[in-house]
């Protein structure tokens, strides 16, 4: 597939997952919960990769890089995100998703030593200015001393940080060797261990709701918002790199604005389509720069 098609997979997919994640909230410890959907999809990629005949053995130091690239990308941070999301609601979480680009962008050039063109650059804080503008009712909250609102946004912030910090440690073992689906099993695995010991030491019980909504939710967040997703957006990172990759976190938000319209009444308004539009433009912006590479 090209790098288009799999970026709109992401977007799409991905746009769903925080309605998705709300039907996880309830007596079952987000610990757990990510427990359970990252280990689901460790097991069915190693699955996978048994059929194929995919080796899945790893030298110690590999295992060790592919453990701190779970523990980030698929334990920590989404945690955090299911904590955020009890305080505040998905719109919030998913606008703060918006500055996954610039953070990458600084981050590749920091710890990477990657330059950050002008226009990617624009195209982020684009994005971000749009997006922002979509959810400023959201933020305005915090304003009026909501509660639970500032909490949330500090979880927020602080797995959009963590989460960045994975994207780099993914590209960095794509440029090492460690990518495709093994590499994903391994990593997602660790993640999944993660979470579970998190879970024991905070004392939190290991269960799973046999409700509909969560185990549907549990079904569509492990196959499609988890092994198809990041099967798409690691793919990504090793072709355009985790700054331009990580804009799928700018443009994802806008399709869970029309999923929160569709299901749960969201009101347009002028600053909605003015940040939608902005949105949209830095986007353009960013991914003009990789059309002759995707076409090619």
């Given at each position: 597939?090209?790098?288009?098609?799999?970026?709109?997979?992401?977007?799409?997919?991905?746009?769903?997952?925080?309605?998705?994640?709300?039907?996880?909230?309830?007596?079952?410890?987000?610990?757990?919960?990510?427990?359970?959907?990252?280990?689901?999809?460790?097991?069915?990629?190693?699955?996978?990769?048994?059929?194929?005949?995919?080796?899945?053995?790893?030298?110690?130091?590999?295992?060790?890089?592919?453990?701190?690239?779970?523990?980030?990308?698929?334990?920590?941070?989404?945690?955090?995100?299911?904590?955020?999301?009890?305080?505040?609601?998905?719109?919030?979480?998913?606008?703060?998703?918006?500055?996954?680009?610039?953070?990458?962008?600084?981050?590749?050039?920091?710890?990477?030593?990657?330059?950050?063109?002008?226009?990617?650059?624009?195209?982020?804080?684009?994005?971000?200015l749009g997006i922002s503008a979509v959810f400023w009712p959201e933020f305005a909250r915090i304003g009026r001393g909501a509660n639970g609102v500032a909490l949330g946004a500090l979880l927020t912030a602080l797995a959009v940080l963590i989460s960045n910090a994975g994207g780099l440690l993914a590209q960095r073992n794509h440029h090492r060797g460690l990518r495709g689906w093994p590499a994903m099993a391994w990593s997602m695995g660790y993640g999944g261990l993660v979470s579970l010991a998190a879970a024991l030491a905070l004392g939190r019980a290991y269960t799973i709701d046999t409700g509909a909504p969560y185990l549907l939710s549990l079904l569509y967040l492990t196959l499609l918002g988890t092994i198809v997703t990041f099967a798409g957006f690691l793919t990504l990172v090793g072709r355009i790199g985790a700054a331009r990759a990580s804009y799928v976190g700018v443009m994802a938000p806008v399709v869970a604005l029309l999923v929160s319209t569709l299901f749960e009444g969201f009101a347009w308004h002028p600053l909605t389509v003015a940040g939608v539009a902005v949105s949209v433009a830095g986007n353009v912006l960013v991914l003009r720069a990789d059309a002759p590479r995707a076409a090619s």
């Open positions: 597939m090209n790098n288009v098609a799999i970026f709109i997979g992401c977007v799409l997919i991905w746009g769903t997952t925080w309605l998705a994640i709300t039907w996880q909230l309830g007596p079952v410890a987000p610990e757990v919960s990510v427990s359970h959907r990252f280990l689901l999809a460790a097991a069915a990629i190693a699955a996978w990769c048994w059929l194929r005949g995919l080796p899945l053995r790893l030298r110690a130091a590999e295992h060790a890089q592919l453990a701190l690239q779970g523990a980030a990308m698929y334990s920590v941070s989404y945690i955090l995100i299911y904590y955020a999301e009890l305080h505040v609601t998905s719109g919030l979480v998913a606008i703060g998703y918006s500055a996954s680009p610039l953070l990458s962008a600084l981050g590749a050039h920091l710890f990477l030593k990657q330059p950050v063109a002008p226009r990617v650059a624009l195209g982020a804080l684009l994005g971000i």
